[in-house]
């Protein structure tokens, strides 16, 4: 019963982030920030996910299998959109869902420095 109600709930997240995503969407014709390749209308509407399994598998692989894949966070969550896309993203990007945990961590350190980018494992 309690697998149901996670199914559930994850079906409706992934509604609700699907909604999100068509909503901040940039127009046509406006380009994505110089560090993405710029794509067309049709192509902002696929998962990143469907163009990273073959430009970058072993980084689409490592968060496929992560919590965060699991858990099917987007990669615009943390990324931003193609508006606002970033390779690396901040601290306050962790803070939206993990404000927590960084109030355990030194102020000045990135995230990246205790943990594994897209695993999110701690660094041995």
């Not at 902002?44 to 858990?71: F, N, Q």
């Not at 990669?75 to 993203?89: A, M, N, R, S, V």
């Amino acid at each position: 019963m309690k697998q149901e109600k996670n199914i559930l709930i994850a079906g409706l997240m992934l509604t609700i982030l699907t909604v999100f995503a068509l909503a901040v969407m940039p127009a046509a014709g406006q380009s994505a920030q110089a560090s993405h390749p710029e794509l067309d209308e049709q192509e902002m509407l696929i998962d990143c996910a469907e163009c990273h399994r073959d430009s970058t598998p072993d980084i689409e692989k490592e968060w496929y299998e992560s919590l965060h894949g699991i858990a099917m966070v987007k990669c615009y969550q943390c990324h931003g959109t193609f508006e606002t896309f970033k390779i690396t993203p901040s601290r306050e990007d962790c803070a939206t869902c993990h404000a927590d945990m960084l109030e355990k961590c030194d102020q000045d350190k990135p995230c990246w420095e205790c943990h594994v980018p897209h695993s999110f494992k701690e660094k041995q």
